[in-house]
C-alpha cells in the first residue's frame, strides 16, 4: 500500500513540472533559428525595405497598401491591433501619417518591442512635409537603423543581415545615380506638383518647385486650397515656363484633375506618382526606381522638344 501510495505521488509530481513546463513555454519564447520575426510596418514602403533586410528571418506584414485609397484617411481595425500587439519590431512613418498606429503601440502596451519612428529618427518636428520616403538620405538613414534593430533583435544572424543590408544599398544605388544624373543636367528646371509629396525628391534632383506651397499642403492635408494659391498654381502652369507636373494618383480631387487638364492644354508634361508602393508586390526600389525614370524621361522630352 505504500508502494502504490509513493508511485502515484511520484506521477503527481512529474504531472505539475510537466504541466508547469508547458505553461511556462508559452510566456517564455526563446529566439531560435527556426522563429522569424514578426514585423509589422505602418506602410508598404517602408515594409519593403525592412522585408528585404529581413529575407527569410522575417515575417512582415504592411497595414497601408491599397492602391485605391488614401494613406492620409487610413482607419485600423482590430486585425491591425492584433497584428500591432504579436510583433516584436514595429516601423511607423510619424507627422501624423499614422497616428492610428502609434494609438494601437501605446494600447497594446506589449514589453520589450521595438519601435521604429521615422519621424523621431531624421528628426523633423511634427507638421512637417510626411512624405518621408521621397526623400533619398532619409530612405538610407531608415535602412541603417532597420539594419541595427534587426541585429539587436536577433544577434544570431547578425552575419546574415549585413549581406541583405550590402545587397539593398547596392540597389537603392541605381536611384540615386539617377537622381545625380537628372540634378546635373536639370538642375533649376521648373516643375510643379499636385501634392507635397514630391518636395523631398525635387530638392534631392535639384529641380524648382514652384507650385504653391499653401495648395499642395492643403491637397495633402485634404483640405481647401485658398483661391490666391489656385490662380497662382493655373498661372504657373499657363506660363509655359513649367516643364513638368507631378499627379499624386491617390489623392486626386476634382481640383487636382482640373490641374492636370490645365497641364495638359498647355503642353506640360504629366508624370503620376503614388503615395503607397503600386502594385502593392513590388520592391521600393522598383517601384521608385520607375518613378524617378519617368521624371527623367519627361525632362527628357521636354529638352528636346
Do not use: C
Amino acid at each position: 500500500m505504500i508502494r502504490k501510495k509513493i508511485v502515484l505521488i511520484i506521477i503527481i509530481v512529474s504531472a505539475i513540472i510537466v504541466s508547469a513546463g508547458i505553461i511556462g513555454s508559452q510566456f517564455i519564447k526563446p529566439q531560435s533559428s527556426s522563429t522569424k520575426l514578426q514585423i509589422v510596418a505602418g506602410e508598404n514602403f517602408w515594409g519593403s525595405l525592412v522585408s528585404q533586410l529581413g529575407g527569410t528571418k522575417v515575417q512582415v506584414l504592411s497595414i497601408v497598401s491599397d492602391p485605391n485609397a488614401d494613406p492620409h484617411e487610413y482607419e485600423s481595425n482590430a486585425a491591425d491591433a492584433q497584428a500591432i500587439a504579436n510583433a516584436n519590431f514595429i516601423i511607423v512613418n510619424g507627422i501624423g501619417y499614422d497616428d492610428w498606429a502609434l494609438h494601437l503601440i501605446a494600447a497594446s502596451n506589449t514589453p520589450n518591442q521595438t519601435v521604429l519612428n521615422v519621424q523621431n529618427l531624421v528628426g523633423v518636428p511634427s507638421g512637417s512635409n510626411p512624405h518621408l520616403w521621397y526623400s533619398p538620405s532619409y530612405v538610407n538613414e531608415t535602412v541603417h537603423q532597420m539594419y541595427l534593430d534587426l541585429v539587436s533583435l536577433d544577434p544570431t544572424n547578425a552575419a546574415y543581415y549585413h549581406q541583405q543590408y550590402v545587397n539593398l544599398n547596392a540597389s537603392l544605388g541605381v536611384n540615386n545615380k539617377r537622381i545625380n544624373e537628372i540634378k546635373q543636367q536639370f538642375n533649376g528646371t521648373e516643375v510643379a506638383s499636385t501634392e507635397s509629396i514630391f518636395v523631398f525628391l525635387a530638392n534631392a534632383t535639384g529641380l524648382d518647385l514652384v507650385s504653391p506651397p499653401e495648395f499642395m499642403k492643403a491637397v495633402a492635408e485634404g483640405t481647401d486650397p485658398s483661391p490666391q494659391s489656385i490662380i497662382q498654381f493655373q498661372n504657373q502652369l499657363e506660363s509655359g515656363n513649367v516643364s513638368v507636373l507631378i499627379f499624386n494618383e491617390q489623392t486626386i480631387s476634382p481640383l487636382t484633375q482640373e490641374m492636370k487638364v490645365t497641364a495638359t492644354q498647355y503642353h506640360v508634361t504629366v508624370v503620376g506618382v503614388t503615395e503607397t508602393i503600386q502594385p502593392p508586390d513590388r520592391s521600393f526600389q522598383d517601384w521608385m526606381g520607375a518613378e524617378i525614370l519617368a521624371l527623367q524621361n519627361a525632362l527628357n522630352s521636354k529638352g528636346l522638344g
